[in-house]
């Protein structure tokens, strides 16, 4: 799985709005909370309200709050808004990916890969990770041994 800049920005951002305990935080603080570029995370800001994950308030006194309680907005959702579908083959879903002869059983790899993501990503929400509590399937899995060792 590749996680890109977008789903990392927004993140990044609303792990930040999450520390924020509901006050509003304008998108300058944000981006430089997180060193990200303020233009693209304007947009993904925007792509986040429109989810609902984030609220948003016009004036000198405005900006961003989370728009959900952090407990209930999970990472996969995050990735689904930013990104669309946690995992694809070329594009499709894997359920629609089709495969013959020596090959016909990849896309029930491909199938598993999605549960497992799954079972991690839909089960971390904002308020597990800003507060440093994850989940036990998380510990476990960055537990385990060569967990840490690029490949």
Do not use: H
Request: glycine letters at 10%.
């Amino acid at each position: 799985m590749q996680i890109s800049a977008r789903a990392d920005y927004a993140l990044r951002a609303l792990l930040t709005l999450a520390a924020s305990d509901g006050q509003l935080v304008k998108g300058e603080s944000l981006a430089q909370a997180q060193d990200l570029p303020l233009r693209f995370l304007e947009n993904i800001l925007t792509d986040l309200r429109r989810a609902g994950f984030v609220q948003s308030r016009r004036g000198a006194d405005g900006g961003y709050q989370l728009g959900r309680p952090p407990g209930e907005i999970t990472i996969a959702s995050v990735i689904r808004v930013t990104d669309g579908p946690l995992a694809s083959v070329r594009g499709r879903r894997p359920e629609d990916a089709n495969y013959d002869g020596a090959a016909k059983n990849l896309q029930d790899v491909w199938i598993a890969v999605r549960v497992n993501l799954r079972r991690v990503l839909e089960n971390v929400t904002l308020a597990d990770v800003a507060s440093g509590r994850l989940p036990d399937i998380v510990t476990s899995l960055s537990g385990e041994p060569g967990a840490w060792s690029a490949r």
